[in-house]
């Protein structure tokens, strides 16, 4: 029943892509994808199939308030990522 509850609602697609952008918003990851061109290419592939494409599927199940925290975790996520490129350029 729980199972069923998190497709419906797109908890599952939520976590795959929270999962994936946290991954690649780690410093080391990103120096990685850029110095290592296979990383590179693995991190362009698993962005939209692990955050983009599920995303998609699950926005229109996904209640107000599960939206609304998609895009505060987004802001916040890229202002802590751009600051930490800022201070350590």
Same mark, same amino acid.
């Given at each position: 029943m =729980?199972?069923? =509850?998190?497709?419906?609602?797109? $908890? @599952?697609?939520?976590?795959?892509?929270? =999962?994936? @952008?946290?991954? +690649? /918003? &780690? !410093?080391? *990851?990103?120096?990685? *994808?850029?110095?290592d061109? !296979?990383?590179?290419?693995?991190?362009?592939?698993?962005? !939209? $199939?692990?955050?983009? &494409?599920?995303?998609?599927?699950? +926005?229109?199940? /996904?209640? !107000? $308030?599960?939206? %609304?925290?998609? +895009? %505060?975790?987004?802001? #916040?996520?890229?202002?802590? #990522?751009? %600051?930490?490129? &800022? /201070? *350590? *350029?």
């Amino acid at each position: 029943m =729980l199972r069923l =509850l998190h497709a419906r609602r797109g $908890l @599952t697609a939520v976590g795959a892509r929270q =999962l994936s @952008t946290s991954f +690649w /918003m &780690l !410093p080391r *990851a990103l120096n990685e *994808a850029v110095s290592d061109p !296979p990383i590179n290419l693995g991190k362009c592939l698993s962005l !939209p $199939l692990l955050a983009g &494409l599920p995303l998609r599927l699950s +926005w229109s199940r /996904m209640p !107000p $308030l599960g939206r %609304a925290f998609i +895009w %505060a975790n987004f802001i #916040v996520k890229f202002t802590a #990522v751009g %600051a930490l490129y &800022l /201070m *350590a *350029a």
